[in-house]
């Protein structure tokens, strides 16, 4: 069948064409900050010497010493805060039958598209009352809750869709609905729970209305936040810029690389939710 | 989401133990009193920084307040000054211009290209994760990313030369016609391979019989598509939307780096003016009205979508 060798061939040619389209940027800007600083540029052009000093100055320009700090600081508070309180509360509404569960699920699901220009200015004004802004821990409560949703959705249907059978038996030999917990279902919850933890990281690292408005002090804001304050000082210094945003884009990569199976099943089947 | 009609809650009906004698009445009722000690502190956390906050916001909204003076109530007015001012209503239409270019259009080539292109293709993996890496980045450098590409020198100008318009290069974030398509591209780019590969990879799940039986029936091409590729993507094309929808209209990030509403206001977006109505012109009111808009536009689009790609009963 020649029709089906042809379509395959230009499924392939659209996909790389495409692939190409998407990757073009990046290798726009890698070219761009290897230039030598503040050189004058044109989109794709090869340097004539490879100037790496470029991202040792971005990353004393920007102070990403402070701004990469700070987003580890919040990220590891965040990720283990959020991952906890999520799969306490996830368990119990999953498996413990509490009092008004059906309730409190519906109320969880509500937040899940709540935009976080909806919330953002009360907790300004509220934060600064209790001398929680500038302040790390104002930061991670805040994107504790955010993320909050998605975390207890996204654990509770991992919990769902355990066998009744395993809790019943670990029930029948007496365990406490903790030892249950810890001792049955947690060592089978390791993939959903390096998945959340993962996305958690992703959305605190790039989180960035909620820290330019909460974090008004330039040193405790995150690296990407500080990315856009960075931006207005040295808009023409395009070498710079382009090394200062790959140190920013550089982590998420990695990981996302490592991890891409639990990234894409988290943003595929974090839209279901929708 | 507010169509908690709809939304399927994760679940399982409690297994109810034999004989209900009072004592273990008693002993499933403190059971279920101490099941929602698991759940209070994620509670108290949602509840005092996301729903107080978001409940507070609507009150604002409602004042005219500057921050620092006590605040005098404004009735509707916030909300009035949404659809007569020369800058707040612009700025929702915007974002809903923005959905056509990072929703509207991804998927309906996603879809076009599905329906050219189906079929399985060997090495799938290696395009998801290069269609993907845009949903993981910060859009802050991306933003930076596509102000150089569209700066004088950038790589979309250079292209354009190269292929003989040079007549129409320019600095595209700046042109006060082209900006907001400009920026609404960048969608398009981050969002196009997406809905594809999401796109794709459903259609290798749909049984072949079904499209043997529209060519017995006589259908074409476009038969096939209507009648089976289509309603078989139902899943994907809500994921797609859901995605895509939720994206544009949450662009702040973006549009503070590349244009920050310029040139003359023809790229605002609500998030850009809340934030700078709330820290620098301290107008909270205004600020927090437009955020309840904002709100209720994600609630409507989401709602729609959610009802338009429902599976019929």
Redesign the interface.
């Known amino acids: 069948m020649n029709t ?1 060798r042809t ?2 061939t ?3 040619l ?2 790389t064409g ?2 190409v ?6 290798v ?2 890698v070219l ?1 900050a290897l230039h030598p600083s503040g050189a ?5 052009s090869i340097p004539e010497s490879w100037s790496w000093s470029n991202f040792a100055d971005a990353w004393r320009a920007a102070n990403f010493s402070n701004l990469v700090m700070s987003s580890l600081i919040i990220a590891a508070g965040v990720v283990p805060l959020a991952l906890v ?2 799969t ?2 996830a ?12 309730a ?23 934060l600064r009352q209790l001398g929680l802004t500038n302040s790390y821990l104002g930061v991670i ?2 994107e ?3 993320f ?2 998605f975390g ?2 996204w654990m ?2 991992h ?3 355990i066998p ?1 059978e395993l809790l ?1 038996a670990a029930r029948v030999d007496g365990a406490r ?1 903790f030892t249950i917990l810890a001792r049955v279902l947690m060592p089978i919850s390791w993939p959903a729970i390096t998945t959340l933890g993962l996305l958690y990281f ?1 959305w605190s ?2 989180q ?2 909620l820290v ?2 909460l974090m008004q002090d330039p040193d405790m804001r995150t ?3 500080g ?2 304050f960075f ?1 207005g000082q040295y808009s023409t210094n ?1 070498p710079l ?2 090394a ?3 140190i ?2 550089g982590p ?2 990695v990981l ?2 490592i991890f ?1 199976r639990n ?2 099943s988290g ?2 089947q974090g ?4 | ?2 169509d ?1 009609d709809t ?1 399927v ?4 009906t ?2 109810r133990p034999g004989g209900a004698s009072p004592v273990r009445r008693r002993g499933r009722r403190s ?6 000690l ?2 209070a ?3 108290l ?2 509840l ?7 409940i ?2 609507v009150y ?1 909204s409602f004042l005219n307040w500057d ?1 620092i003076l006590p605040a005098t109530w404004a009735g509707f007015d916030n909300y009035r000054a949404i659809f007569t001012d020369s800058m707040l209503g612009p700025s929702v239409w915007h974002a809903i211009v923005l959905i056509l270019f990072f929703a509207v259009i991804p998927c309906a080539l996603g879809l076009f ?1 599905t329906a ?4 399985t ?1 060997r ?1 799938m993996t ?16 991306v933003g ?6 569209y ?1 004088d ?7 354009l030369r190269a292929i003989g318009l040079d007549g129409v290069t320019r600095a595209w974030l700046g042109d006060y016609n082209l900006a907001l398509i400009a920026l609404g591209f960048i969608g398009t ?1 981050a969002m ?2 997406l809905c ?1 590969v ?1 796109f ?1 990879a459903g259609a290798q799940k749909i049984d072949t019989s079904l499209y043997e039986a529209v060519a017995i029936d006589g259908g074409g091409p476009v038969r096939r598509f209507f009648a089976v590729t289509l309603p078989a993507l139902r ?1 994907e094309i ?3 939307s ?2 895509t929808t ?1 994206a544009a ?2 662009s ?2 973006l549009v ?2 590349t244009t920050n509403g310029g040139p003359a206001n023809q790229t605002t977006v ?2 850009l003016l ?2 700078r109505l ?2 620098n012109e301290s107008n ?1 009111g205004g ?2 009205a ?3 808009v ?2 209720l536009v ?2 409507v689009f ?1 709602t729609a ?2 009802r338009l790609t429902r599976e019929k009963p």
């Open positions: 089906t379509a395959a230009a499924r392939y659209v996909l495409m692939a389209a998407v990757l073009l940027p990046f726009s800007i761009a004058q540029i044109s989109g794709l309180l999520a306490f509360a368990y119990s509404l999953a498996t413990l039958n509490p009092f008004g569960g059906r409190i699920s519906v109320g969880f699901v509500l937040g899940l598209t709540l935009p976080i220009e909806l919330v953002v200015i009360p907790l300004y004004f509220d409560l805040a504790a809750a955010l909050m949703p207890v959705y509770q249907t919990f769902a869709s009744g019943e609905s992703m690292w790039n960035f209305l330019i408005v690296a990407p936040s990315l856009g931006v395009i810029l382009s200062a945003s790959l920013v884009i998420i990569v996302y690389l891409q990234f894409v943003i595929t839209a279901i939710k929708g | 989401m507010a908690t939304a809650l994760p679940g399982r409690p297994v059971r279920r009193l101490i099941a929602l698991y759940i502190p994620a509670a956390v949602y005092g920084f996301a729903i107080w906050p978001a507070h916001t604002l921050g290209m050219l292109l189906q079929g293709t090495g290696t395009f998801r994760v290069i269609f993907f890496l845009p949903q993981v980045l910060p859009l802050v450098a930076i990313t596509w102000r150089w590409l700066n020198e950038g790589l979309v100008n250079q292209g780019w196009s391979g594809m999401l794709l899943g809500t994921i797609a859901v995605i939720i209209l949450a702040f990030d503070f780096v609500p998030g809340v934030y709330a820290f909270i600020a927090a437009l955020a309840v904002l709100t994600v609630i989401v979508i959610r």
